[in-house]
């Protein structure tokens, strides 16, 4: 008899407001283990917000938020990071007077003060250091590892932040709009890092606008509209459902 693998996250029926506006209502939905999620929809239809109540940036008003069946809707955001949650921005948010490789350092957990997670080059183990170098040859990006992070062209910068985060060995890794300002040999880069990220048992949840790259990755998509769910299912599915095509894709002339 086969085993039944439990979702690694679970929203049930999550709704947030601010004020009299509701920014999601009653969202529910799942990504399991190895999972590329993607969440769509129009701008302002609550999927960053989703974002921040995942990670614990906002409270959600009502609903839960659960990883590997833990109850984390109430936790601080450092808490749900060291539960196994990272993320990326739509606006890349780098050090400024890091290298690559220091931001590799201090993505890792540590002991001691902030000033010594400030000095990671004298402050590191040999284990922190080991996995760094895997993060740094996995992404490419070793030519770069000695200059400054946010010197580097567009799309290194964008590697980079998602390398800062897989680094901390997350097990779910929300990236918003990973592939934003990025030409076609940029994005495909990335989404044969992602694919790779998935085969080694990651789950990832993903907000893109970019509708192709969305539909040759994802193994399942969840469509937003003035925050609430009105389509989900397989990209081939999503790309023909009625409600979509009003909302967001658009029809055919």
């Not at 949650?85 to 780098?94: E, G, P, V």
């Amino acid at each position: 008899m086969s085993r039944i693998t439990p979702p690694r996250l679970i929203l049930s029926r999550v709704t947030k407001t601010f004020g009299g506006v509701r920014a999601l209502t009653d969202l529910s939905l799942e990504v399991a283990p190895g999972q590329i999620v993607g969440v769509i929809g129009p701008n302002g239809a609550g999927k960053t917000t989703t974002f921040n109540v995942i990670t614990g940036a906002y409270r959600a008003t009502s609903g839960s938020v659960l990883l590997d069946g833990h109850d984390v809707t109430s936790e601080p955001s450092h808490k749900i990071a060291r539960a196994g949650i990272m993320r990326t921005f739509q606006n890349i948010r780098l050090f400024s007077d890091m290298t690559v490789w220091e931001h590799l350092l201090v993505a890792q957990p540590h002991t001691g003060s902030f000033v010594r997670r400030l000095l990671p080059m004298r402050f590191s183990n040999p284990k922190t250091i080991e996995r760094a170098e895997e993060v740094l040859e996995f992404f490419g990006l070793g030519d770069v590892r000695d200059r400054l992070a946010r010197s580097l062209p567009y799309g290194l910068q964008r590697k980079v932040e998602m390398a800062r985060a897989v680094t901390a060995r997350p097990k779910l890794l929300l990236l918003d709009e990973p592939v934003a300002g990025m030409n076609h040999d940029e994005a495909e880069t990335i989404r044969t890092l992602m694919l790779k990220l998935r085969e080694g048992g990651l789950s990832i949840l993903l907000i893109e606008h970019d509708m192709a790259f969305v539909m040759n990755l994802c193994d399942h998509l969840h469509v937003l509209d003035f925050g609430v769910l009105i389509a989900q299912g397989k990209p081939d599915d999503i790309r023909t459902n009625p409600a979509v095509l009003d909302a967001y894709l658009g029809r055919a002339a």
